[in-house]
């Protein structure tokens, strides 16, 4: 847990947070998937599920076509904004994005990067943002993020 206390920093500890169906007639039991999915994909998933059409303004992805192993086409990053920094959590603002390999996390009201290669170091252990080794990966991790800002209109903070 990095030796902090609290769930909204986007940390692997807190961040990979499991989700469990059972649909006995759709998901075959003891089915394990490890597609990229957010906390925004479920309202979508149940009206899908439901036989109603989200709105357009929604931002999720249903995940109805995972259950039937389609994945082709599916998010290859997942998005997070944690932007209320006041109060007893004291959790600085930050935005991210997160692949299958990496991660990238910026604390805007600090001006500070992390970068983590979660296949060397899953536990996150050691912050390589600025070594000359990853600045393909850093700058297309930043490339997504700024996509994704876009795609979520997300515009805090402005990223150069």
Do not use: C
């Not at 169906?21 to 979508?44: F, H, Q, R, S, Y």
């Amino acid at each position: 847990e990095h030796g902090w206390f609290d769930k909204r920093f986007m940390y692997e500890e807190s961040f990979r947070t499991p989700l469990l169906i059972k649909w006995p007639k759709v998901i075959k039991p003891g089915t394990v998937n490890t597609n990229l999915v957010m906390n925004i994909d479920i309202a979508e998933t149940l009206l899908e599920a439901a036989g109603v059409t989200p709105a357009p303004e929604m931002q999720g992805q249903s995940l109805l076509p995972l259950f039937d192993g389609k994945a082709d086409g599916w998010r290859k990053a997942v998005y997070y904004h944690y932007y209320e920094s006041v109060g007893e959590h004291n959790v600085a603002k930050h935005i991210g994005v997160r692949s299958d390999r990496f991660k990238l996390i910026y604390f805007y009201e600090n001006n500070e990067w992390e970068f983590f290669d979660l296949k060397k170091d899953p536990k996150e252990l050691e912050n390589v943002y600025g070594r000359k080794a990853y600045a393909k990966q850093v700058a297309a991790m930043k490339s997504e993020l700024k996509r994704m800002q876009q795609k979520y209109k997300d515009n805090e903070p402005a990223l150069q």
